[in-house]
């Protein structure tokens, strides 16, 4: 049978399929299908667009600028910090223009970085551990530059220079660093100057990562007003942080301000080579612990500082050179004990017991509380028994009564012991009025002086036994020992056992018995200038700040203050003066007490007692409102008698000063 199936139509592909209607015809469902397809499409070159959009047009010029700067290079330049002068314009700090070595790690070779910082160190002698640390450090700002090594020789910085393309990422520069023209003059008074800590970075504001800042003293404390305002340059690198333009200035650095200190350069190199003599005299006594010691000297009409000096002492160069050896004694808590604290300035912070340099603090409280009239004859004897305790005297030959100008003159002892006493019998609702008197002359607290930090010392008293010995500190005998008995108050008359002070404490108190009453500030700051052609203002600096805090008037009777100031005259010219010796043959009238402060010292395995030797005064005593009067405050550390060290080392500033010497030799004496 002959085949029924009809012939292909031409243009045709495929055969109808009898099983389909409609084979062609779109279903609701695959409309649906394309029409979620078709939104996708649609909705991702739309999110495409808008993100084209954003980039171009939006955040253009950002990221032209950012695609700049992977070309630019923007250098934070520091301004040189203002100069440091003493009173007289004298220049004791300013800067040096150094060459320094600076690294960009964002630019350092992804391989090869370790071996060129590697070879950096060794051509610069610096430790390899000190510039990765820094790098590290630095972690977070990976475009900013560290610092390998400041004041680079000129052989490193030619060779450097040389092989410039064999470092990527290395660039040399000019830097400031602090020039110390007098050495170790007032080293911790001065400060130097570091980079910041992280601690620092977070307590302060306005300063960066890397900033150099000031650490302790004047650097410190007047930081921002000597610091100056950073400039910016502007370079031009490749894509491995080599240079291919000259340094463009974009910002000028302004310098930082002037600081005028109320210092006397030449009184203070006085007094620093005053305590030197002063501990080598003791050691030629058999002082053989005496390695210490602090001078403070002012003017007792507005607390102005002439000299702060302490030893041992360090010269701030060290801060620039990183020497670490030299460093040690600042840095490394063992090496620092070794070298008996170099960084401790003992005039504002070394606390002491002063001894018979105190005496007068109690008999001006006694003669203000009307327990004591200057002229009531007590005896002076080479014991006295109290309460069944006994106090020796200094002198353990003294046999006579005594008036208080002959006490202070001669340092009675026991004299003062029954001052004590009498303080102790007072009823106890007048309180402890020798600690009241102590603390309205300054003692417990700080001076306030300008420049820290500085130590309040101690005034013990009730409240603070009570609060110091409990059953947790004092186990054993707390019950006891938190008693104010009345050895407490013999022994705090003649400033000893638990009482302590500074130097600058002991000076702020000498300077009221020199002014008649008035508590000065002490401070160190003259003013802030603006530096001008010269060396002052008359010179054309501008004053922008000036420091003069006004003294205090404490009402005390005046005729109280005359009787003690009668006995340091006493002190020092009479026959039986503690340090007439010392100070009898000088031209000039010079009142002042003598000071030996027992204390106990530990050495190696065991302790032993010393003696710290002090002597505190003024002068002119006749005219103490002149413009050449002085107080100063001398300690020698283990020094042995106050006649024997500490009165010698004084001596040499007064010569200082008023620029005269003594008609005859001094001569030192065992003498409280």
């Known amino acids: 049978m002959a085949s029924r199936t009809a012939p292909l139509r031409p243009g045709r592909f495929l055969p109808r399929d009898p099983r389909s209607e409609a084979p062609y015809r779109l279903t609701p469902q695959l409309v649906f299908r394309i029409g979620i397809l078709g939104f996708l499409v649609l909705a991702a070159f739309a999110v495409l667009f808008v993100r084209l959009w954003a980039l171009q047009v939006l955040s253009g ?52 970085a370790y071996a060129e910082l590697r070879r950096l160190a060794r051509i610069l002698h610096v430790p390899l551990a000190d510039i990765t640390s820094q790098i590290e450090k630095h972690r977070g700002d990976p475009v900013a530059p560290v610092t390998v090594k400041e004041f680079v020789r000129e052989p490193e910085a030619r060779y450097l220079l040389e092989h410039q393309t064999e470092f990527p990422g290395m660039r040399l520069t000019n830097a400031y660093v602090r020039r ?51 400039g910016l340059n502007e370079l031009r690198v490749d894509s491995l942080g080599r240079p291919t333009s000259p340094i463009e200035l974009k910002e000028q650095p302004g310098a930082g301000y002037a600081v005028r200190l109320t210092l006397d350069a030449k009184l203070q190199q006085a007094a620093q080579r005053a305590i030197i003599d002063g501990i080598n005299i003791a050691q030629e006594n058999k002082n053989w612990y005496a390695k210490a010691g602090a001078i403070v000297a002012l003017d007792p009409n507005d607390g102005a500082i002439r000299a702060l000096a302490s030893y041992p002492t360090y010269n701030p ?17 063992n090496a620092a004990t070794e070298a008996d604290f170099p960084a401790l300035n003992r005039a ?11 005496k007068p603090v109690t008999a001006l409280a006694a003669m203000q509380e009307h327990i004591l009239s200057p002229w009531d004859s007590l005896p002076c004897v080479g014991q006295l028994t109290i309460d069944k305790q006994v106090f020796k005297n200094w002198d353990p030959f003294a046999n006579s009564s005594m008036t208080l100008p002959t006490a202070i003159a001669q340092s009675c002892d026991t004299y003062f012991y029954n001052v004590g006493k009498r303080f102790y019998d007072l009823p106890p609702d007048r309180g402890q009025p020798l600690q009241k008197w102590a603390k309205t002359f300054g003692f417990g607290q700080p001076t306030g002086l300008d420049v820290g930090p500085e130590e309040s010392g101690l005034l013990p008293t009730i409240k603070w036994k009570q609060e110091t010995f409990t059953k947790k500190t004092d186990p054993t005998n707390w019950q006891i020992d938190r008693i104010w ?45 603006q530096p001008g052609p010269g060396n002052g203002p008359a010179a054309g600096a501008l004053v922008l700040r000036r420091f003069n805090p006004p003294a205090k008037e404490l009402n005390i009777d005046p005729n109280a203050i005359q009787v003690i100031r009668e006995g340091l005259f006493g002190a020092t010219h009479s026959a039986l003066g503690t340090s007439s010796g010392v100070f009898g043959a000088f031209p000039i009238g010079i009142a002042g007490k003598t000071g030996t402060a027992e204390r106990s010292l530990d050495v190696g395995s065991y302790s032993t007692h010393t003696n710290t030797s002090w002597w505190c005064g003024f002068g002119p ?30 001596l040499e500033v007064f010569e200082q000063n008023f620029g005269i010497k003594p008609t005859a030799a001094p001569e030192t004496k065992q003498a409280d």
């Open 61 to 112: 010029t950002q990221f032209l600028r950012a695609a700049q700067n992977n070309q630019l290079r923007l250098l934070r330049t520091d301004a040189p910090r203002g100069p440091i002068k003493d009173r007289r314009g004298r220049v004791l700090v300013d800067n040096a223009s150094v060459t320094a070595v600076i690294v960009w790690p964002a630019d350092l070779p992804d391989k090869g």
């Open 180 to 230: 110390y023209h007098h050495g170790d003059l007032a080293a911790q008074l001065l400060g130097y100057v570091g980079e910041i800590s992280d601690l620092e970075l977070k307590e302060t504001h306005g300063y960066r990562a890397g900033d150099k800042i000031g650490q302790g003293g004047i650097e410190a404390s007047f930081d921002k007003e000597l610091r100056g305002q950073a």
């Open 317 to 333: 160069y060290v801060f620039t050179s990183r020497k670490k050896r030299e460093l040690a004694p600042l840095i490394d808590a």
């Open 348 to 358: 504002i912070a070394g606390v002491y017991p002063p001894g018979s340099t105190f």
């Open 485 to 529: 008995k009345s050895g407490d108050s013999v022994q705090l008359a003649i400033g000893q056992k638990d009482m302590l002070a500074t130097p600058l404490q002991m000076a702020r108190f000498y300077a009221l018995l020199a002014n008649g009453g008035k508590l000065v500030t002490p401070h160190v700051v003259a003013d802030v200038e």
């Open 621 to 650: 005593f006749d005219d103490p409102a002149s413009r050449k009067a002085l107080v100063v405050c001398a300690v020698i550390e283990n020094g042995g008698y106050g006649g024997e060290a500490a009165a010698p080392a004084a």
